[in-house]
């Protein structure tokens, strides 16, 4: 079964430090996976995703997010964190191969992530 | 371009009633879907279409109907509102393709409360 994994509720960091929110997952075949975060009353935001290729993937607000195959992770860092990116962010996973479950996107519980001045 | 817009933000039913929630998408996108967000449980899947006319339900689609008449909306009926569906409600759509790699965009919710 597919599933997603963040093994931390929450993630304290100071501004200026470097932040890895971790994200791990279980997909029968090869996935496709993504980052969103969540403002305080907002709808979630789509942040950066792995297709293929190289396991480096970039996104917005200066994050990027390390695909690691043989660990079946996919963490979110950022070298610098800010207070404004104090916010709930949540790992997805979406079945490329499947077919009972095409199309789905699973979500991880999300981690609160707090950046302190 | 509005994106995904959803209504009402907020809602209070009681135990009983029904509503629809509205959620309408004008990027012409084919997939569209309903999800709640509980404290603790992440988001999980109620129903979703691949396309006008085509619904199917996703992890917890008890208590809820949906259909798709237009590319555009994608109602969320809940039939008899109970206190479990007390909950934060996000719609959410996405290009065409069940294989591609298109991440979906979302509105930004609605706060049901049912007493």
């Known amino acids: 079964a597919q599933s997603v994994a963040q093994p931390e509720d929450q993630v304290n960091v100071a501004e200026g430090n470097p932040l890895t929110v971790k994200c791990t997952y279980s997909?029968?075949?090869?996935?496709?996976l993504f980052w969103y975060v969540q403002y305080p009353n907002r709808g979630l935001q789509f942040l950066l995703k792995y297709i293929t290729g190289d396991n480096l993937v970039k996104g917005s607000y200066g994050f990027e997010a390390e695909f690691n195959k043989s660990q079946t992770s996919f963490h979110l860092k950022k070298p610098s964190a800010l207070v404004s990116d104090s916010a709930l962010y949540f790992c997805?996973?979406?079945?490329?191969?499947?077919?009972?479950?095409?199309?789905?996107?699973?979500f991880g519980r999300g981690t609160q992530l707090t950046v302190w001045p | 371009n509005a994106g995904v817009t959803q209504t009402p933000k907020f809602q209070v039913l009681k135990t009983g009633q029904s509503m629809t929630l509205q959620c309408a998408q004008d990027?012409?996108?084919?997939?569209m879907s309903w999800y709640r967000q509980d404290p603790g449980m992440g988001l999980r899947l109620i129903h979703y279409?691949?396309?006008?006319?085509?619904?199917d339900q996703g992890e917890v689609p008890n208590g809820y109907n949906v259909s798709r008449s237009t590319t555009e909306d994608f109602p969320l009926r809940l039939l008899s509102a109970a206190p479990s569906q007390t909950s934060v409600y996000f719609c959410a759509s996405s290009r065409s393709g069940l294989r591609g790699p298109y991440e979906q965009y979302f509105g930004p919710g609605t706060r049901l409360t049912v007493t």
């Open positions: 997805a996973v979406r079945d490329r191969d499947r077919g009972s479950t095409l199309g789905r996107l699973y």
């Open positions: 279409s691949v396309g006008a006319g085509i619904t």
């Open positions: 990027m012409n996108h084919e997939y």
């Open positions: 997909v029968s075949g090869n996935p496709y």
